[in-house]
Protein backbone atom coordinates (compact mmCIF):
# COMPACT_ATOMS: atom_id res chain seq x y z
CA UNK A 1 0.00 0.00 0.00
CA UNK A 2 1.06 3.45 -0.98
CA UNK A 3 2.30 5.81 1.49
CA UNK A 4 -0.40 8.74 2.17
CA UNK A 5 0.73 12.40 2.34
CA UNK A 6 -1.97 14.65 4.05
CA UNK A 7 -0.37 18.33 2.73
CA UNK A 8 -1.60 21.51 2.17
CA UNK A 9 1.53 23.16 -0.14
CA UNK A 10 0.81 26.64 1.55
CA UNK A 11 2.22 24.67 4.74
CA UNK A 12 6.25 24.87 5.36
CA UNK A 13 6.13 21.67 6.73
CA UNK A 14 3.90 20.15 4.20
CA UNK A 15 6.26 21.01 1.82
CA UNK A 16 9.45 20.11 3.78
CA UNK A 17 8.17 16.34 3.79
CA UNK A 18 6.70 16.69 0.15
CA UNK A 19 10.34 17.22 -1.04
CA UNK A 20 12.08 15.10 1.60
CA UNK A 21 9.84 11.39 -0.17
CA UNK A 22 10.75 12.97 -3.60
CA UNK A 23 14.12 13.80 -3.19
CA UNK A 24 14.54 9.96 -1.57
CA UNK A 25 12.27 8.56 -3.90
CA UNK A 26 9.72 7.27 -1.83
CA UNK A 27 6.29 6.24 -3.74
CA UNK A 28 3.39 7.92 -2.22
CA UNK A 29 0.25 10.16 -2.88
CA UNK A 30 -0.29 13.12 -2.07
CA UNK A 31 -3.53 14.31 -0.88
CA UNK A 32 -4.45 17.57 -0.18
CA UNK A 33 -5.85 19.11 2.77
CA UNK A 34 -6.69 22.55 2.19
CA UNK A 35 -6.19 24.78 5.07
CA UNK A 36 -8.20 27.80 4.13
CA UNK A 37 -11.33 25.90 3.41
CA UNK A 38 -10.93 24.38 6.97
CA UNK A 39 -10.17 20.82 5.39
CA UNK A 40 -7.86 20.01 8.57
CA UNK A 41 -11.05 20.55 10.98
CA UNK A 42 -12.62 17.93 9.28
CA UNK A 43 -14.08 14.66 11.38
CA UNK A 44 -12.42 12.29 8.95
CA UNK A 45 -9.05 14.10 8.94
CA UNK A 46 -9.35 14.35 12.22
CA UNK A 47 -9.38 10.57 12.70
CA UNK A 48 -5.92 11.07 10.76
CA UNK A 49 -4.37 13.56 13.26
CA UNK A 50 -6.47 15.04 16.37
CA UNK A 51 -4.66 17.62 16.26
CA UNK A 52 -5.89 18.90 13.06
CA UNK A 53 -2.52 19.78 11.62
CA UNK A 54 -1.06 19.29 8.15
CA UNK A 55 1.21 18.03 7.35
CA UNK A 56 0.45 13.99 8.61
CA UNK A 57 1.34 10.70 7.27
CA UNK A 58 -0.69 7.26 6.89
CA UNK A 59 1.50 3.99 6.15
CA UNK A 60 -1.28 1.15 6.41
CA UNK A 61 -2.78 1.23 9.72
CA UNK A 62 0.35 3.59 10.87
CA UNK A 63 -0.76 7.25 11.15
CA UNK A 64 1.76 9.50 11.90
CA UNK A 65 1.92 13.24 12.61
CA UNK A 66 4.08 13.80 15.68
CA UNK A 67 6.45 11.37 17.21
CA UNK A 68 8.14 11.62 20.46
CA UNK A 69 10.38 9.23 22.01
CA UNK A 70 9.24 7.94 25.73
CA UNK A 71 12.35 9.13 27.25
CA UNK A 72 11.67 12.24 29.27
CA UNK A 73 14.87 14.12 28.25
CA UNK A 74 15.41 12.78 24.91
CA UNK A 75 11.48 14.31 24.31
CA UNK A 76 11.88 17.38 26.44
CA UNK A 77 15.50 18.27 24.00
CA UNK A 78 13.30 17.62 21.24
CA UNK A 79 10.67 19.73 22.33
CA UNK A 80 12.94 22.60 22.90
CA UNK A 81 14.29 22.21 19.65
CA UNK A 82 10.96 22.20 17.87
CA UNK A 83 10.10 25.34 20.09
CA UNK A 84 13.26 26.99 18.94
CA UNK A 85 12.59 26.03 14.90
CA UNK A 86 8.94 27.12 15.81
CA UNK A 87 9.25 30.47 17.37
CA UNK A 88 12.49 31.09 15.02
CA UNK A 89 13.09 30.12 11.61
CA UNK A 90 9.55 29.29 11.19
CA UNK A 91 8.15 32.49 11.90
CA UNK A 92 10.39 34.03 9.52
CA UNK A 93 8.55 31.56 6.49
CA UNK A 94 4.87 33.01 7.74
CA UNK A 95 5.44 36.09 5.68
CA UNK A 96 4.85 36.17 2.00
CA UNK A 97 7.64 39.10 1.23
CA UNK A 98 7.46 40.79 -2.26
CA UNK A 99 11.03 40.95 -3.44
CA UNK A 100 12.08 44.00 -2.47
CA UNK A 101 11.11 43.36 1.52
CA UNK A 102 12.52 40.30 0.81
CA UNK A 103 16.05 41.30 -0.13
CA UNK A 104 15.66 43.86 2.42
CA UNK A 105 15.67 41.40 4.80
CA UNK A 106 17.91 38.55 3.38
CA UNK A 107 20.49 40.89 1.64
CA UNK A 108 22.67 41.19 4.64
CA UNK A 109 22.95 37.61 5.17
CA UNK A 110 25.15 35.95 2.29
CA UNK A 111 25.33 33.15 4.06
CA UNK A 112 21.73 32.16 4.41
CA UNK A 113 21.31 33.39 0.75
CA UNK A 114 24.49 30.91 -0.01
CA UNK A 115 21.94 28.45 2.31
CA UNK A 116 19.11 28.69 0.34
CA UNK A 117 20.74 28.08 -2.99
CA UNK A 118 22.37 25.12 -2.08
CA UNK A 119 19.49 23.48 -0.46
CA UNK A 120 17.46 24.50 -4.19
CA UNK A 121 20.15 22.98 -6.17
CA UNK A 122 20.38 19.89 -3.90
CA UNK A 123 17.20 19.52 -4.01
CA UNK A 124 16.05 20.18 -7.74
CA UNK A 125 13.60 19.84 -9.22
CA UNK A 126 11.53 19.07 -6.31
CA UNK A 127 11.90 22.43 -4.43
CA UNK A 128 10.46 24.43 -7.46
CA UNK A 129 8.04 22.15 -8.24
CA UNK A 130 6.62 22.00 -4.00
CA UNK A 131 6.92 26.30 -3.85
CA UNK A 132 5.03 26.66 -7.07
CA UNK A 133 1.29 27.17 -5.39
CA UNK A 134 3.32 29.67 -2.79
CA UNK A 135 4.80 31.44 -5.67
CA UNK A 136 1.28 31.88 -7.49
CA UNK A 137 -0.54 32.98 -4.23
CA UNK A 138 2.66 35.18 -3.65
CA UNK A 139 2.33 36.77 -7.02
CA UNK A 140 -1.79 37.38 -6.53
CA UNK A 141 -1.25 38.85 -3.12
CA UNK A 142 1.43 41.06 -4.67
CA UNK A 143 -0.43 41.65 -7.82
CA UNK A 144 2.45 40.06 -10.23
CA UNK A 145 2.34 37.74 -12.74
CA UNK A 146 3.05 34.02 -11.82
CA UNK A 147 4.69 33.19 -14.98
CA UNK A 148 6.91 36.66 -14.82
CA UNK A 149 10.72 34.68 -15.00
CA UNK A 150 12.49 37.15 -12.86
CA UNK A 151 10.42 36.25 -9.89
CA UNK A 152 10.56 33.06 -10.16
CA UNK A 153 14.34 32.69 -10.69
CA UNK A 154 15.09 34.86 -7.98
CA UNK A 155 17.78 36.42 -9.85
CA UNK A 156 17.32 39.34 -7.67
CA UNK A 157 18.86 37.15 -4.75
CA UNK A 158 20.87 35.89 -7.04
CA UNK A 159 22.83 38.97 -7.55
CA UNK A 160 23.55 39.14 -4.27
CA UNK A 161 25.52 36.15 -4.00
CA UNK A 162 29.26 36.60 -4.89
CA UNK A 163 29.98 35.14 -8.39
CA UNK A 164 31.14 31.53 -7.91
CA UNK A 165 33.39 32.27 -11.26
N1 LIG B 1 5.08 20.57 14.32
C1 LIG B 1 4.15 20.32 13.26
C2 LIG B 1 3.52 21.63 12.88
C3 LIG B 1 2.45 21.48 11.87
C4 LIG B 1 1.78 22.81 11.60
O1 LIG B 1 2.08 23.85 12.24
N2 LIG B 1 0.85 22.80 10.65
C5 LIG B 1 0.07 23.96 10.34
C6 LIG B 1 0.31 24.41 8.90
S1 LIG B 1 1.94 25.02 8.67
C7 LIG B 1 -1.40 23.63 10.44
O2 LIG B 1 -1.83 22.56 10.06
N3 LIG B 1 -2.19 24.57 10.97
C8 LIG B 1 -3.61 24.43 11.08
C9 LIG B 1 -4.07 24.64 12.48
O3 LIG B 1 -3.25 24.60 13.42
O4 LIG B 1 -5.28 24.85 12.64
C10 LIG B 1 4.91 19.70 12.11
O5 LIG B 1 6.05 20.13 11.85
O6 LIG B 1 4.38 18.81 11.47
Not at 113 to 130: G, M, N, R
Amino acid sequence: MKLKIYADRMSQPSRAVLIFCKLNKIDFEEIRIVLLKGQHRTPEFKEINPMGQVPAIVDGRFKLFERYPADLFKRAKINSILDWHHSNLRRGTGAVLDEKDRDRVLGPHKRILQWIEDLKTATSPHFEDVHELLYTAKARLHGMKASAPDYKSQSGVKSMLPSKL
